[in-house]
């Protein structure tokens, strides 16, 4: 059983920062792609940033130059350091990865940390 567990997330004014985690945990031999996702309310999942297990990312256009997406392949986790944050960043923020459990590449889905910025 795999199991990815975002954290971070809060109440923040507009242009602070915050620095989200994500953590896998379970039978992993190996973790590919790495994603955050944003779903804003009422409207639907988007993506903010990936990286891969090489450490290449990319990112949603709204999103250069104010976050950053890296990872620890030792530690199993992803991390999402988001600065100048605006109110249109609030949303639930999921935590996407591919792994390798067993014999098989799995997608699975962390629960959502939620963000919040105030004007």
């Known amino acids: 059983q795999v199991r990815l567990v975002e954290s971070g997330g809060g109440l923040v004014q507009a242009g602070g920062s915050l620095r989200l985690s994500c953590a896998a945990s379970?039978?992993?031999?190996?973790?590919?792609?790495m994603k955050w996702y944003r779903q804003a309310p009422g409207k639907q999942r988007e993506l903010v940033a990936g990286?891969?297990?090489?450490?290449?990312?990319n990112y949603a256009e709204i999103e250069k130059g104010r976050f950053t997406i890296s990872r620890d392949n030792a530690k199993n986790t992803v991390y999402l350091q988001m600065n100048s944050l605006k109110p249109e960043d609030t949303g639930v923020y999921y935590c996407?990865?591919?792994?390798?459990?067993?014999?098989?590449?799995?997608?699975?889905w962390g629960q959502g940390t939620q963000v919040t910025v105030s004007s």
């Open positions: 379970g039978s992993i031999f190996s973790i590919g792609d």
């Open positions: 990286i891969t297990r090489g450490s290449t990312t």
């Open positions: 996407n990865a591919g792994v390798l459990a067993g014999l098989r590449w799995n997608d699975y």
